[in-house]
């Protein structure tokens, strides 16, 4: 049970929301109550869940030693030796052998981007990671990735290229977000963690950061009205206060409250952008639902 609970651990559940992007394509489309599109996009997210969990396991395997010299990652399951290599080693080819063939019989195209997801996130764990400003946009392709998962699944039919260029956005704001936790959290012992913190630092990431955000609050609008799948009365520009809203939170509280959690981590925590994330949903949905209905698909 002790073995169970450490592979659990090592393939990180709570990061398992990220792949939620998956259901951008059924949510953005108004398909949610169609049966078919909404069975086949939550077999599409666990098979996904499969596959970043070996991700997470291959990926400490990797990183073991240098998580050792962590304040916090050398207690994850690998680093204090709770877990034995080849019980981690076992659970990942276990996942993917499962999670892949499954992922070809559900739909090909949806199997090839799985594919082509664990291709990039293998190629980041061994070689990008080392590349300043390539790692986080190398991340931020695994978030691209599965949000067109999503697209085969339903399939959609009325999907905003916009879409991508936001979820492109919100990724970076993701990596980038991180890095600079990163380097709060270590201090002056970034580099020795990881060589690649080296080549950043608070100001440069904080300039970077609000780059992404001004740029991801201007695609996002350009979407409310310009996408094929909104209002043509341009309703759904009643959203663009949300993300704008939630967005300028975290940097009132990395700023000013001292946070030095990542964007991710920080939404599990707070209530005001976990409230704003979810009245932003409901908007959203309840605008694009109507609007389908009244088009009778």
Known sequence: M?????LVRTMRPKQWTKNA???VALVFDAKVFQRGPLLRTLAGFLLLCAVTGAVYIINDLADMEKDRQHPTKRNRPLASGALPVPAAIAGAIVSLGV???LAFW???????IVAGYLLLQLAYTFVFKNYVIVDVLVLSAGFVLRVGAGVPLVPADRFSPWLYVCTTL?????GFGKRRQELVLLQGDAKNHRAILGE???PFLDEMINVIISAAIVAY???????????PNHLMMLTIPFPIYGLFRYLYLIHICGEVGAPDEVLLKDRP????????GAVSFAILFWYRLELGQ
Do not use: C, E, K, M
């Open 99 to 101: 999670a892949l063939p």
């Open 2 to 6: 002790t073995i169970l609970r450490g």
């Open 170 to 174: 919100l990724a970076l704001f993701l």
């Open 221 to 231: 609008s350009l979407y409310t009205f310009t996408a094929v799948n909104v209002p």
């Open 200 to 202: 950043y630092s608070l």
């Open 273 to 280: 952008i976990q409230l704003t994330v979810v009245v932003w």
């Open 21 to 23: 992007t998956i259901f």
């Open 106 to 112: 559900l739909d090909v195209y949806f199997g090839l």
